[in-house]
């Protein structure tokens, strides 16, 4: 039987978050997610989708002209077969990135391939899901991978920063991001969640000299942020 996974979108963008904010990048949305964060921008991909063969999925994102691909979710961890995915795409010469959240063991029990770049998103407690972070991921982090925070206030602000220092991730990591929450509308699985000034938050960093790098969505200033496919 051809390997499946259950997919919710393909589509070619411009990355908005990470360190490659601004180059075009191929996104591959999985179905699926274990989390219900207040700010969830994707609550569309917890149960929509499709089953597709990897090898369907892969010749789409290869007929595309872009060598960057990223993963996402949904929580794309929780597909196992997503790792025969993204090795297909390395053998074909492409980067490729994985959005996942610190809820999930980003070694995949060792079937992540090496050379994929992991983005990890540690979830602070206004997402609502902080005690769902499993540490053990820490060490689990390379030098080519980036983490991510999303802040909803200067509680979150301050969590962030003490478990950056805590867990001595500007070393351990290719980047530390750190973005302010875009305003959410409550959803029919999340809360919802009202929007951090970008100010707010690049005011907070400059005065804490914090060896971090802000982010903003890019996406959502260049689009509508509800539209999807972009």
Known sequence: MAETLRINEVFFSIQGESTRAGVPCVFVRLTGCHLRCRYCDTEYAFKEGQTRTIDDIAAEVLAFPCELVEVTGGEPLLQDR???????LLDAGRTVLIETSGACDIDAGGLC??????????KTPGSGEHERNDLANIPRLRASDEVKFVICDRADYEWAKAFIVDHDLVDRVHAVLMGPVFEQPAGLEILGQAGLPMRH?????????????????????????????V
């Not at 997503?82 to 297909?88: C, E, G, K, N």
């Open 82 to 88: 997503v790792h025969d995915l993204m090795r297909r």
């Open 113 to 122: 391939d090496p050379r994929v770049i992991r983005i990890m998103d540690i």
């Open 201 to 229: 938050l690049a005011e907070w960093i400059i005065e804490d000299g914090l060896p971090v790098r802000m982010q903003a969505q890019l996406h959502k200033f260049i689009w509508d942020p509800a539209m999807r496919g």
